[in-house]
């Protein structure tokens, strides 16, 4: 699903007007008729709805919501902020709509008005502003703003479109907005609710359908996109009924040192699930027993350089032209200084898009001139402070997404960023997020799952982009599938690694 800007958002909405028999007033009552009956469908009888208008057409979708909420017998009322005179026309018309519904439904709140008392059942809807936030709230809306969220934690907030004050395209970071626990949108996701700063301010997105028009939907690029279960499809590759082993690759993982040697066992198995045809485990010695008793679907090659993989470059050949499909590096690898020429030197050789995590990058953290070396299409996978140690700090999520991309181009790299929508940035300058996963999977040895997931997946053939995409995706929905049935607490690395199965069947079910 694409993410609009709001310029693009304005332009969908235009186009559609232009394009359609329908008219601008039409459209919000789209928009109104989906935001009720969501309100319905999840709170129904038993509550009342509060409804905070702005001036503009946000103002003018709560107006029409609070009409039809009335239509379907709900009590609702709207409550109109006086900080201006310049009502928007479809604004306008909605007052006069609801002015003629029910009395006492429409009341106009003035800048010295105390805050109006709310009954226990009371739902909180927010409408004050949407995409047309300009500046900081002050006045009578930022008092009205910090009311409604100092009773968050005793009336549900719903936020349409956009938490009122939220910037959908830039970083908020320091701005007053609503924090809602919903947020209602149309048709097409904002920048602003991916970004991890803006997590208790949107809450849980969804996102209505008002029928804007397909083809400026399909025909306008953009730069951001959220990944769906479409584009999964399109993606995903059924196993052809003649294939043997060696279709599906031969990847080669290096990883594991001394108290580390579970980071390579999780990944070995992660890569085995994802489908990989064969899988040789490089470890240290001491790594030998517990890959061959643990994974024994893999073979192992061992160093012999002590706690530390130290000689891990001798095992691809030194043309690189070697048996191996793909090679990961670095869960539990260690970064001991011979470690860190091991991987130069692996560098040196190997010329196909590798996968590189944990350990890998915090050499590449340290020895920044290394970035050059790595393969073009190279897969890194960095959690927040392993993207930081490599490209530095930002002052802001926006500004971390813009230095995410910039290195993914300047490198020819495709580099993720861990977090709750986790962020794929590719060398051409797209950012994918992904939207599977929960919070039970901050836990040891996730990453080193996902490491093995995309190198399962890419031996098999997949493009590195479509590696990335599809691994990710994957990953979180093991993550879903396994608190499902375990809970988030109790999930485990090794609880994900059991629910990739279960996650491709519902790719393949769906397909
Ligand atoms: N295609 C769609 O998605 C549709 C969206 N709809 C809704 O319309 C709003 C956008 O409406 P707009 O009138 O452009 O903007 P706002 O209501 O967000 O803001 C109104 C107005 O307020 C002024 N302003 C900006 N910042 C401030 C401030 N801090 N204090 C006071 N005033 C401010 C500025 O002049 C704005 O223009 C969208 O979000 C949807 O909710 C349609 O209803 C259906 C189609
Ligand atoms: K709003």
Redesign the pocket.
Known sequence: MKIFT?DQ??A??AY?IEHTPIT?LR??E???TQCTQWLIGRYGAGHSFHIFC????????GL?TTRLLQQHGFEAKAYLLH??D?F?A??RANQAALRGGEAASLIMLQPEDAFPELPTNAIIVD?????????????L?AQTVQHINALQDQYPIIA???P??LKADESSKDLLTVEARHTL????YKLAFVLPENAARVGEVHILP?G?HRDYLTQTPTRYQVVDMEMIHRIYKPRLPFSHKGTYGHALLIAGSYGKIGAAVLSAQACLHAGVGLLTVYVPECGYNIIQSTVPPAMCLVDDGGQQSVQFHEAVTADGQGKYKTVAIGPGLGTSGDTAKAFEKLLQRYHDPMVIDADALNILGAERYLLEQVPKHSLLTPHPKEFERMFGPSGNDVERLEKLSAAAQQYSLYILLKGRYTAIATPEGQVYFNNTGNAGMATGGSGDVLTGLLAGILAQGYSPEHTMILGVWLHGLAGDLGAAAMSQEALTASGIVRFIGPAYLEIAGAK
């Open positions: 709001a958002v304005r969908a909405d559609t601008s459209l919000m789209k928009a109104a702005g001036a503009g057409n946000n103002g003018g979708d029409a900080y201006t310049k928007s479809d604004n409408a004050l502003f949407g995409t047309g936030i300009s500046r900081p709230l002050e006045g809306v349409i479109d956009l009122s004050g949108s149309f048709e097409v008002i804007l």
